[in-house]
């Protein structure tokens, strides 16, 4: 270990190597839950210096933590407190390699920020659906390492759908290169779906070749007001008749939620927020591809049947981008609304579409009942199944000491519940270190068995990521 930081600094320079001052930005986790102490924090500059730093810390036998933008929300990231895990950034790898319109395939570095994928994507005239409220900050790499999703799943898939190939080093330190960019290559196992989603645990991702799409001619938002969660999730259903494919975000809203942003935002103005036929609201997304009027109408018709159903009380459709801009902001400033007032306990769990309404009733009548006073915080992406069902403590209480005395017990009933309306704990947001006792409670014995297999086998030595997802 002593002939480590001597090796890495020839590696990658010793500028790249920082072991002192204040290393925050990569040892604290974004939702300051916790802070770790790394032996060092070592930034290669491109795929063979990764690969070159691995076989230097697998043979000191120094864990390496693998980090993009440190976004993640279950600690995946976050070095442990020994002082002997290296945090390897992947900041530096964050070119934009090629765009080919032709093939709509864009290959990003692992370190791209997400925004610039986006923004290169347009350059060319094209689409990179990932959305996420994080996408100034989080990187490609991470987004893929977890199989993010965003606010776009219900059309496009997660990120693992929206990509291609990868380029990936190994535990090993060798580098396999899969950027070919094919949409059917059925030579062999699937490498490229065995490290999406493996949170680093498998591989250290580097580049990504991933998947572009047409720009819609026209892009329309409505919020609506819906009586329950019910009606909802009737809404959906009538979206997806009569927008089909032009449906792309279904979001909803629980009032508590929505005034949480009220409350601690006010420049944010929330529709419908003080009509009490208005529990819950949904932000939806409409992208057309013939034209503006051709959209309008589909979403005019969508809401006159839904009126007639009774589906939802009232609706009101931007009548531009900025204010199509407004409404996503009111939805994307519930978690800033949430910290604001104060630490809370989340939640990302996916249940069926069909069985979200009765899971929510059965819990919000669950967890007062246990923990009186406790106030829900339940917004998501109803159109995938995606809820975050957060729970705030009780008014005028010490957030952290209840936090302290009562976080297990609150996730014991909600993944309970949970797994009783056939969900999952973890639709977005990864296992990392945060959630590995639930996936030894939750997975299945043969699914555990097989995912040690692989661990086991692809990396022997335990040098990657250790301690997250499988512990």
Not at 231 to 251: N, R
Request: with cysteine.
């Amino acid at each position: 270990m002593s002939e480590l930081l001597p090796t890495l600094r020839q590696i990658v320079g010793p500028a790249e190597v920082h072991t002192e001052g204040d290393l925050s930005a990569w040892e604290q986790d974004w939702r300051r839950r916790a802070r770790g102490k790394a032996l060092a924090v070592v930034r290669p500059a491109n795929a063979q210096e990764v690969a070159a730093v691995v076989r230097a810390c697998a043979a000191a036998g120094a864990p390496i933590v693998p980090q993009g933008g440190n976004t993640g929300l279950s600690l995946g990231a976050t070095p442990d407190a020994s002082g002997r895990e290296i945090v390897l950034s992947l900041a530096r790898l964050n070119a934009v390699r090629a765009i080919d319109a032709a093939n709509l395939t864009l290959t990003a570095e692992a370190g791209c920020l997400l925004h610039a994928v986006q923004a290169a994507a347009a350059q060319a005239g094209l689409l990179f659906p990932l959305s996420l409220a994080s996408e100034g900050s989080c990187t490609i790499g991470g987004n893929l390492a977890t199989n993010a999703g965003g606010t776009q799943v219900l059309r496009y898939g997660n990120a693992r759908e929206l990509c291609l190939g990868l380029e990936v080093v190994t535990a090993q330190g060798e580098v396999w290169s899969g950027l070919r960019g094919l949409r059917k290559d059925n030579t062999g196992y699937d490498l490229r779906d065995l490290f999406i989603g493996s949170e680093g645990t498998l591989g250290i991702i580097t580049a990504a070749t991933l998947k572009l799409y047409p720009r819609p001619a026209a892009q329309l938002t409505a919020w609506a007001a819906v009586p329950s969660l019910a009606h909802a999730v009737t809404l959906l259903a009538l979206a997806h008749q009569h927008l089909d494919a032009g449906l792309t975000a279904f979001e909803a809203m629980g009032r508590f939620a929505l005034q949480l942003v009220q409350q601690h935002l006010p420049q944010l103005r929330v529709p419908f927020i003080e009509r009490a036929d208005a529990p819950w609201c949904v932000l939806l997304e409409n992208s057309d591809s013939e034209s503006a009027a051709h959209a309008r109408a589909r979403f005019e018709a969508l809401m006159e049947a839904a009126l007639a159903q009774g589906c939802i009380s009232d609706a009101v459709v931007a009548e531009n981008l900025t204010q199509a801009q407004q409404l996503w902001q009111i939805r994307e400033s519930i978690p800033l609304a949430q910290a604001k007032e104060g630490l809370n306990i989340k939640h990302d769990i996916a249940v069926p579409t069909s069985r979200i309404a009765d899971f929510v009733a059965h819990t919000d009548a669950l967890l007062p009942r246990e923990l009186p006073g406790v106030r829900l915080v339940t917004f998501g992406h109803l159109g995938d199944g995606n809820l975050h069902y957060n729970v705030q403590a009780p008014q005028g209480c010490d957030a952290q000491a209840f936090l302290q005395a009562h976080e297990a017990r609150v996730n014991a009933l909600v993944y309970d519940a949970v797994a009783q309306f056939g969900g999952s704990f973890s639709a977005e947001h990864g296992v990392g270190a945060l959630k590995v006792r639930q996936l030894q409670q939750y997975q299945s014995p043969v699914a555990l068995g097989l995912m040690r297999t692989l661990k086991r086998a692809l990396d022997p030595q335990n040098v990657l990521n250790p301690g997250r997802v499988l512990g």
